[in-house]
């Protein structure tokens, strides 16, 4: 006797939409895995693998890493802040001034201040003028990166300050470097907010269809006012950690960053269309675009080589955001 078998209409599909979006969610995981083992192999007599080169790693990306987590909160919401560099830049400037002339509370307090109005006019020309954030944040990378030339005269500001110095980049905590513990604690902070809070509820929602947002009752001129400060105050946090591992500010500190963050952010999960990001996804983006700038010097490719590879790796996050769409 031959035994039927039933086929349940759609329930197939639906099996391999779910293998396929959880093989999109965890991706970037698998690419992290695959880049170490193949960096490992090829560049083990050159010392990828030395504690110190891992090190030196998390040391170069932590500040890739801080701004994108707040760059999650952005794209998730359906905008783009292009400042996050030259933000970086401008507050390692103002950081270091303040620090000269106020201390160590004046110094810290001057660069979230810098950060926090910044991010207000981004937010205020966006959300209550109607500018698209793409534009204000293109011109916000000017105007920041001008105004740190033309505060400093172009010249690097000195920070002599131990207790800012170790605090702020250049300490370790055992052998745990101390942007490692800034990271890790923004990520944190970061996870938590996008997750299991009801502002990340609101951000998602506003970037998963504001329309839909606003008749829910939720403010979503608010929100995108509030995530594209958060950016710019994680911008100015990343300054100051430049400005702490290097013992100076200076205007060309986060140059060119935002393609590194925004990338990051993209590769980890983050659609640039808004409606969903992971801030864990974020991390592991940054650092692996760490590992490829770290696997390309060792390689021994030139300057003009690794920014190549990066517009390669920002072509390939693009790609990767419109099929999860």
């Not at 905008?79 to 810290?108: H, N, P, R, W, Y």
């Not at 307090?109 to 209550?128: A, D, Q």
């Not at 969903?276 to 003009?304: D, K, R």
């Amino acid at each position: 006797m031959n035994a039927k078998v039933e086929v349940i209409p759609g329930k197939s599909e639906d099996f391999v939409s779910r293998l396929k979006q959880e093989w999109r969610q965890y991706v970037i995981y698998v690419g992290f895995i695959v880049i170490f083992i193949f960096f490992s192999l090829t560049l083990s007599d050159k010392g990828f693998l030395d504690p110190n080169n891992l090190l030196n790693i998390v040391r170069q990306t932590a500040m890739i890493a801080v701004m994108a987590v707040a760059m999650t909160f952005v794209l998730s919401c359906g905008e783009i802040d292009l400042a996050v560099g030259a933000v970086a830049g401008l507050v390692s400037v103002t950081t270091a001034m303040s620090l000269a002339k106020f201390g160590l509370v004046g110094g810290i307090f001057g660069g979230l201040l810098t950060g926090v109005v910044v991010g207000s006019v981004n937010g205020l020309l966006t959300t209550r003028v109607g500018i698209p954030s793409f534009l204000v944040t293109l011109a916000m990378m000017g105007i920041a990166r001008g105004s740190a030339m033309w505060i400093s005269n172009t010249a690097a500001i000195p920070i002599l300050d131990k207790t800012y110095y170790f605090s702020f980049g250049s300490g370790n905590i055992g052998p745990v470097p101390i942007l490692l513990v800034w990271a890790l604690v923004i990520a944190f902070i970061g996870h938590i907010a996008l997750r299991k809070t009801t502002f990340g509820r609101k951000v998602l929602a506003t970037g998963g269809s504001e329309t839909a947002a606003r008749f829910t009752g939720i403010k979503t001129h608010n929100i995108k006012l509030q995530v594209l400060i958060i950016s710019s105050v994680a911008a100015a946090i990343a300054g100051m950690l430049y400005a702490g591992r290097l013992r100076s500010g200076r205007f060309q500190l986060g140059e060119g960053d935002e393609l590194s963050v925004i990338a990051a952010a993209v590769l980890g999960g983050t659609s640039l269309f808004g409606g969903s990001g992971s801030v864990i996804g974020s991390i592991v983006g940054a650092l692996m675009i760490g590992l490829i700038n770290n696997g390309l010097i060792l390689m021994g490719l030139e300057f003009s080589q690794q920014l190549i590879a990066r517009g390669v790796i920002i072509v390939l996050a693009v790609m990767v955001a419109r099929s999860r769409k």
